[in-house]
T-cell receptor, first 116, second 118 residues
Framework: AQSVTQPDIHITVSEGASLELRCNYS??????LFWYVQSPGQGLQLLLKYFSGDTLVQGIKGFEAEFKRSQSSFNLRKPSVHWSDAAEYFCAVGSYSGAGSYQLTFGKGTKLSVIP | EAGVTQFPSHSVIEKGQTVTLRCDPI?????LYWYRRVMGKEIKFLLH????????ESGMPNNRFLAERTGGTYSTLKVQPAELEDSGVYFC????????????????FGPGTRLTVL
């Protein structure tokens, strides 16, 4: 069965500093990988996804992630954090369930706090 | 275009009562998913509808949970009778079915319903 590990429950960074959120997955086939963000009172918003091809994927809001098959990792990065990035971040792996659809298996999430 | 909406945003009930959660997907999305996050745990898949049919309900915890999607539009998730361990945030998501040969389409999530069972 697939699983996702986000080892950091809570991270605090200073505004303007770089950010890396870790994600490791376990999945038997080629994984479909996602990063979502949830701001308070909002639904989960997709930041980026990896299905195949270039292992460095660009997303919205200046985020990027790199797929490393040898390490079973899909870490999220941002070169300079803004105060508005404070939110909870979820890594997920999608398992295909037929008819063009899939279910997501999520990690426990990482809460990001940004200090001025 | 309106996003996925869920109602209510928050529900507080007593153990043994019944609660019904509603999800309105994005118009035209055939796929509708329910997920749940119990406090301190991961967001977990509950079930998946394709139009009005249940494609996968492997994540439903037990028979106290009943999901419906009559007419293939909005969906309801009923918990009857509610237990303390049912407390959590229930998310709904929807997606389009990709065209032939296309890759997976994004799941768009609603804001969730926070259920508290006392």
């Amino acid at each position: 069965a697939q699983s996702v590990t986000q080892p950091d429950i809570h991270i605090t960074v200073s505004e303007g500093a770089s950010l890396e959120l870790r994600c490791n997955y376990s999945y038997g086939a080629t994984p479909y990988l996602f990063w979502y963000v949830q701001s308070p009172g909002q639904g989960l918003q997709l930041l980026l996804k990896y299905f195949s091809g270039d292992t460095l994927v660009q997303g919205i809001k200046g985020f990027e992630a790199e797929f490393k098959r040898s390490q079973s990792s899909f870490n999220l990065r941002k070169p300079s954090v803004h105060w508005s990035d404070a939110a909870e971040y979820f890594c997920a792996v999608g398992s295909y369930s037929g008819a063009g659809s899939y279910q997501l298996t999520f990690g426990k999430g990482t809460k990001l706090s940004v200090i001025p | 275009e309106a996003g996925v909406t869920q109602f209510p945003s928050h529900s507080v009930i007593e153990k043994g009562q019944t609660v019904t959660l509603r999800c309105d997907p994005i118009s035209g999305h055939d796929n509708l998913y329910w997920y749940r996050r119990v406090m301190g745990k991961e967001i977990k898949f509950l079930l998946h509808f394709v139009k009005e049919s249940k494609q996968d309900e492997s994540g439903m915890p037990n028979n106290r949970f009943l999901a419906e999607r009559t007419g293939g539009t909005y969906s309801t998730l009923k918990v009857q009778p509610a237990e303390l361990e049912d407390s959590g945030v229930y998310f709904c998501a929807s997606s389009q079915t990709p065209l032939a040969g296309g890759l997976l389409n994004e799941q768009f999530f609603g804001p969730g319903t926070r259920l508290t069972v006392l």
